[in-house]
């Protein structure tokens, strides 16, 4: 037992602790996305007679159906995951040494996450379109799911559900695992690096690495995670829009919301300095 414990707290399966206590939260995640993705195929081809001699082509009207819903099916899994997802945080919570949250006036902090969320989407967006980046065949397919729905799915799902499940993984919990062991920019860097590899292409993993770094520090300087939410719910809810009723991006709203993003980013960094 006592060569167990010798083991166990050796720097190596500190490490490997860590590791696995900082990705397990995204296998959930992922595993919920499984369970989501095969669930809708088996109810599809169910409904579509696969049990009734009609097999090849129920599971085909039924691949054909899940792939036009791929949206809708991400937001199923996120909405799976959230309640497990949310047991890790408030277990994290009673365990956790975070100093006391800042007393903030919460409509100035919610319009500075809002501004500072979406100016930064737009923005950035804006100069990965200038760069050529939003023209990538990987991109494009990942637009046309995220894009492809109705307005509703887009809204209940990138803009409201999906943001805080992948807050509570990717902050929640990473971020805040690696925090509890490490300066705050390598648990900032790897969270959103993480963040960034989970998107599952060029032009979103740059995306995502860049916002994951930037809801990170907005974790860190408020100590509140529905800070977080908030930001990332405002950077998806404007590309959401700008992709809806724009047909090309507009270099003076660009140049405003870079400005709001600053202006918001600023006032958070102003109210919360003696945080740190």
């Known amino acids: ?20 206590r900082t990705v397990y939260p995204l296998l959930v995640y992922m595993l919920a996305g499984y369970l989501a993705l095969y669930g809708g195929l088996y109810a599809c081809a169910i409904r579509y007679g696969f049990f009734s001699g009609e097999r090849e082509n129920a599971l085909a009207r039924a691949y054909g159906t899940v792939s036009s819903n791929l949206l809708l099916v991400t937001s199923l899994a996120a909405l799976l995951a959230l309640p497990l997802l949310l047991f890790f945080l408030r277990r ?6 975070r100093g006391a949250p800042m007393t903030l006036p919460l409509t100035p902090l919610a319009a500075a996450l809002l501004a500072a969320g979406g100016g930064f989407a737009y923005s950035l967006n804006f100069l990965m379109d200038r760069l050529g980046l939003l023209e990538m065949p990987s ?3 990942a637009g046309e799911i ?6 509703l799915i887009q809204l209940l799902g990138p803009a409201m559900v999906i943001p805080l499940v992948e807050e509570l993984v990717f ?27 989970f998107h599952g292409n060029l032009t979103q993993g740059i995306y995502a690495f860049l916002l994951g770094l930037l809801i990170a520090w907005v974790y860190e300087r408020t100590g509140r995670f ?3 939410v908030l930001f990332h719910a405002a950077a998806n809810l404007l590309s959401i829009l700008a ?11 660009a140049v405003a919301c870079g400005a709001a993003a600053v202006a918001g980013s600023a006032w958070i960094g102003q109210k919360t300095a003696k945080r740190l």
């Open 226 to 228: 529905w800070t977080c």
């Open 171 to 197: 902050r929640g919990l990473a971020f805040s695992r690696l925090r509890r062991k490490m300066g705050f920019w390598p648990a900032a860097l790897i969270s959103a690096l993480i963040f960034g590899t």
């Open 243 to 253: 992709s809806n009723f724009t047909d090309e991006f507009s270099i003076a709203l």
């Open 139 to 141: 991109f494009q397919e």
């Open 92 to 97: 994290d919570r009673r365990r956790e040494q």
């Open 146 to 151: 995220l894009y492809g729905e109705g307005l």
């Open 1 to 20: 037992m006592g060569r167990l414990k010798t083991i166990l707290s050796s720097r190596p399966a500190r490490l490997l602790l860590l590791c696995w």
